[in-house]
């Protein structure tokens, strides 16, 4: 499992893809996420399980976090409105869903950026003291 895991990947590697793999995690939108973070993944040579198991590990975490991020978001862009001056009834909710997913992605995007530089320090000198530790290991 752990070779699975962490493979060869350097240690920037493996901060890169955990710091990517929660980014993508608590994304307030469901649906795209995992399409997406594929051809993130191979665009950018990331490690694919490890991304996907943090996404998916995250689920609970995403679903607690949209009302949340969705405040923030209306905090700052309380006019956010996707209506028209024809807009039936019928689609009223329709209207307020995009409103708040836009609102959450506005707040998940300001949350986001330095929770993933702080994600991607910690776990960067994590994969370093392993790589060292594993090392000092080898030459005993």
């Not at 923030?72 to 006019?79: R, V, W």
């Not at 209207?95 to 998940?108: E, H, K, M, S, T």
């Amino acid at each position: 499992m752990h070779a699975m895991l962490v493979g060869d990947l350097s240690p920037h590697g493996w901060a890169i893809s955990v710091s990517y793999g929660i980014a993508a995690g608590l994304f307030p939108i469901i649906g795209p996420v995992s399409i997406v973070s594929i051809l993130v993944v191979w665009l950018f040579r990331m490690h694919l399980p490890l991304v996907m198991l943090l996404i998916y590990g995250l689920y609970p975490i995403q679903l607690a976090l949209m009302v949340p991020f969705g405040l923030i978001g209306k905090q700052l862009l309380p006019s956010t409105t996707f209506r028209t001056t024809n807009t039936s009834a019928d689609f009223e909710w329709f209207y307020a869903l995009g409103d708040w997913a836009l609102a959450a992605l506005v707040g998940w995007l300001l949350i986001i950026i330095p929770l993933g530089l702080l994600c991607y320090r910690i776990s960067l000198r994590f994969a370093r003291n392993k790589k060292l530790a594993s090392l000092a290991s080898l030459e005993q």
